[in-house]
Structure formats: C-alpha cells, structure tokens
C-alpha cells in the first residue's frame, strides 16, 4: 500500500513539473512574438505610403539604357485651400543601366536622383524622401508643393549632360522656377566642373568678348540683354565667386552641361528674375 501511495506522489509531481514547463514555454513564445524584428521599420505596420517611386519608361542613347523615373506624391488632408499640411510632389529623373562597371553605375544613378532633388529644395533623395514621410505619417506641419521635367543633353562614351527645370512652391508669396545642371564622367562616376574643360578665366574672356548667349535669366519683358557693361562685368564678378566644392552641384563650378559643340553655364546672379542666369557658349569661344 504504501509503494502505491509513493508511487502516486511521484506521478502528480511529474505532471505538475511539466506543466510549469509548458507555461513556461507558452510565456516565452508570447514574448519572443511580441519583440520587433530589428531588421523590421518601426512603422512597417502603422505608416501609409508618403510617396511612390515609378519606372516611366526606358531609351537608348548612345548603347546607354536610360530609364524614366518618377517620384510622386500627393497629401492635401485639408479639402479647402492650400493649408498645410500641404504635400505635392511630381519629380522625375534618369537612371542609367548596361553599364559593365555596376559600382559606377550605382554612383551615377545616385547623382541622377540627388540632382533631381536638390534642384527642387537643396536636399538629397534620402533627405526628401524623409521629409514627405514626416508630413504624411509624423504631423510636420508644412507646406511643400515641387515638379520638375529633366532633358538629357548629351549622351556621350565618357560623360552625360543632365539639365533639370521645374517650379517649387513653399507657401510664400510666389512660385519659384529652377533650371539646374549636372555632368557625370561615365568612368569613375563622379561629378564634373567646367573647369575639367575651360578655366574661369577662359570663361571671363568670352563673357568680355560678348561671345555668348544669354538662354535664361533676363528680366521679362524689357530688362538687359546682357551685352551691357554693367551686366558683363556683373557676370564677371559671379564667376569668380563661385565655389569649387563637390559637396552639391548648386550654385558652384558643377552646375553646367556640355556637348560636342556647346557649354551650358549656370551660376547665381541677383540682378535676374529668377536669381540666376544661364549663359551659352560655343566651344571654340572657350579655348
């Protein structure tokens, strides 16, 4: 009797002992499934889409695939009005692909897309795009409205020629156009400045000669031509004056396009409707 009694005891203290494992078990599976993977966004599961990013459509230039891209985006919670928040993007860019080198490839299609934004509001890609998703999904409390068209001015074996226009609104008391440049060498992927080509002061020579162009920046209607003293040597004392950074393309020796026959010079000038001008130059004037 008593080695039935022992033998009883020992049972329940068995089953007792794997039940405290089984909730231990079942307490631990309700933990681990209530930790975020860290490889998971934090907002994968509350954010709704602050953008979209589209392929166009695709060409070829010169062997080179391009294709058309797109990053819109439209948020305008308040029905009546442009009250912010106030979100509206339309931004559109070029991304290259077939080239041999894939690092380059990927250095040339980030400067693609980083031109495209920061001739709209002065940031990165990385930089806009956060900032859409802080409108949409964090209560920034902003008005942003920007599109823009982009032309490939040249194509060639060694570089590409990108110019990008557009209007961005801000909520201020006008619009404000942009017509910016950017020229990639198609080797290392980098950034180019004019002065890879011409030197300033080959370019100062031509602005004296009047051997240019004036294609955007003049007041209109009336205002200067562009062949005044006073407007010459002010586009003189705006050539010296810009940077040689690489940091961005804005408002230094970067902004610029060329081709086989023509360079495209873009540079800050406050005497202008717009605070800039762009001025055209045939090659041989620059030699």
Aim: hydrophobic share 35%; with cysteine; net charge negative.
């Amino acid at each position: 009797m008593r080695y039935v009694i022992i033998t009883l005891i020992s049972l329940l203290l068995s089953f007792n002992n794997a039940q405290c494992e089984d909730l231990k078990e079942t307490a631990h599976m309700k933990e681990a499934a209530s930790e975020p993977d860290p490889d998971d966004s934090v907002y994968t599961d509350v954010e709704e889409p602050a953008y979209t990013e589209t392929v166009i459509g695709e060409t070829t230039m010169n062997g080179l695939r391009i294709k058309d891209c797109s990053i819109t985006a439209d948020y305008r919670p308040n029905p009546t009005g442009r009250r912010i928040p106030y979100l509206f993007a339309s931004i559109r860019y070029p991304q290259v692909s077939g080239m041999e080198d894939k690092s380059i490839e990927k250095k040339v299609n980030k400067l693609l897309k980083n031109a495209a934004t920061q001739s709209l509001d002065n940031r990165n890609a990385d930089q806009t795009l956060r900032l859409f998703n802080d409108i949409v999904n964090h209560g920034l409390n902003t008005f942003w409205s920007g599109d823009n068209e982009y032309n490939m001015v040249y194509v060639g074996d060694k570089s590409i020629s990108v110019g990008y226009e557009g209007m961005v609104y801000f909520g201020g008391a006008h619009p404000s156009s942009f017509h910016d440049y950017i020229t990639i060498n198609l080797l290392s992927g980098e950034m180019v400045p004019f002065t890879d080509y011409f030197s300033k002061e080959d370019v100062i020579k031509a602005i004296r000669s009047l051997r240019f162009e004036m294609i955007e920046g003049q007041y209109s209607p009336g205002g200067y031509k562009g062949d005044e003293p006073r407007i010459t040597e002010g586009f003189v004392t705006a050539i010296k004056e810009l940077e040689e950074s690489s940091d961005s393309y804005m408002g230094n020796v970067y902004n610029f396009a060329i081709d086989d026959s023509f360079a495209y010079i873009r540079f800050p000038f406050d005497d202008s409707l717009n605070r800039y001008v762009i001025l055209k130059f045939g090659l041989d004037a620059l030699k």
